[in-house]
Every structure is written in structure tokens, then in C-alpha cells.
């Protein structure tokens, strides 16, 4: 069997979708390892969940400095624990488009709509106010432009009438815990390739449930 993948997560807060990485990674035949996690803020939740699992940590704060001064100290940090992908959760920073260069192709991003519908944040009161019927989640490679990168695969949920943004906030939750170890995993496996803003996954195979896209 090839060598996993060595991958960073990128982390802000809790760490919710970090934790879904970490528990798909520790499945036998998965083809990356989760080797480093770094966050921004140092009290952030997800450290202390991370250390617990024995993975590297490591605290860069970004409170008073330059995006680029922290995005070259991020840089250097990545490569000095060889690190080959990257995996933002919940990472509350806007990359400078040099770094997105430097890890073009081997960065993505879990985000919790339907892109390009409601980027940014604030997403599901976006949702509830507008009076949509579907939303979902998107994992998609990382581009300069904010929530813009190619899609490698998203997930429909259906949007309760009457609900509030914290109900369809845990209902999307549920399905980008599935989707994004998926993305990961494909990455990992080397089955992505992207022809402009399209993903092409070769001998796609999801998880059965919600509507997720491919299929095939």
C-alpha cells in the first residue's frame, strides 16, 4: 500500500470538522494521516481535543500582526513538518493569494452552503432569511477569491419549515462531518483533477444518504 499522506488542519475554534478528519484518518486503508493541527487562536477548543489524540500541535497567533507575516510563519511551519495537504476548519483567517499559490491543488476548504449561494459567514441566517427550501454543504479546493475554489463535493438538506439558523446549522453539520473526510480521502488518493472551475473525480463512491454530489 502508498504512503499516507501527511495533512495539516487548519483550526479557529471547536474543531468540529477536525474531528471528523481525525476519526476517518484513524481508519484502517485511509490515505493520509492527520500529522499536524494549527490555530490561530491559542484557547481554541479543538488544541486540546487534538493533543489528546497524541497529534502535533501548534499555536501561531494572528492578533496584531501582518497577514503576510503570519502567512509566511504558517508556510514555514507546514513544510517544516513536511507536511503535503491542508485542511481548513473552521479557520477564521483570510489567506494572503501567495500562500493559496504556494498550496494550490493541495488545500481545500469545507464550507456550510451550497456554493456559490451564501458565501461568507452568518451562512444559515442568510439561509432562514432568504426562504430557500435546500441548503447543504461544499468541500472545494482553496483559491485566492473568499469561498470561490473549485467543487469537489457537496450535500443537500433539506431546509425545515420554521427553523431556526442553530436547527439547519446542525443539520448541515451532520452531513460536513460525511463529505469532508470524502474530499480528503479523494485528494489523498490522488482522484481529483481540475479542468477550470470543475472537479473531475475518478471512480467516485460516496456515502449513502442526504443527496450528495457525485455519485458516480
Known amino acids: ?12 475554534g471547536r474543531g468540529s470538522n477536525m474531528r471528523a478528519l481525525v476519526e476517518a484518518a ?17 484557547v481554541a477548543a479543538g488544541l486540546d481535543y487534538a493533543q489528546a489524540k497524541g497529534i502535533t500541535t501548534a499555536v501561531i497567533p494572528s492578533k496584531g500582526r501582518s497577514r503576510e507575516d503570519f502567512d509566511a510563519e504558517l508556510h514555514a511551519t507546514l513544510k517544516a513538518h513536511n ?5 481548513l476548519a473552521g479557520f477564521m483567517r483570510i489567506l494572503t493569494e501567495g500562500f493559496v499559490q504556494n498550496w494550490a491543488g493541495r488545500m481545500i476548504n469545507i464550507h456550510p452552503s451550497l456554493l456559490p449561494a451564501f458565501k ?4 444559515h441566517e442568510q439561509v432562514v432569511a432568504s426562504g430557500v427550501r435546500f441548503t447543504g454543504c461544499t468541500a472545494h479546493f482553496v483559491t485566492p477569491g473568499m469561498d470561490e475554489g473549485p467543487i469537489i463535493v457537496q450535500a443537500v438538506v433539506p ?22 473526510p470524502q474530499a480528503l480521502r479523494w485528494l489523498a488518493e490522488g482522484r481529483l483533477t481540475v479542468e477550470g472551475q ?9 456515502p449513502q444518504g442526504a443527496m450528495i454530489s457525485p455519485t458516480v
Open 198 to 206: 470543475v472537479v473531475r473525480v475518478q471512480e467516485a463512491a460516496v
Open 26 to 42: 484513524e481508519a484502517a486503508g485511509f490515505p493520509a494521516r492527520i500529522a499536524l493541527v494549527v490555530s490561530n487562536n491559542p
Open 120 to 123: 461568507g459567514v452568518h451562512v
Open 159 to 180: 431546509v425545515p419549515i420554521g427553523a431556526t439558523a442553530d436547527e439547519v446549522a446542525a443539520l448541515v453539520l451532520e452531513q460536513e462531518h460525511r463529505i469532508y
Open 83 to 87: 507536511i503535503e495537504l491542508v485542511c
Open 1 to 12: 500500500m502508498a504512503a499516507r499522506k501527511s495533512a495539516a488542519i487548519l483550526i479557529s
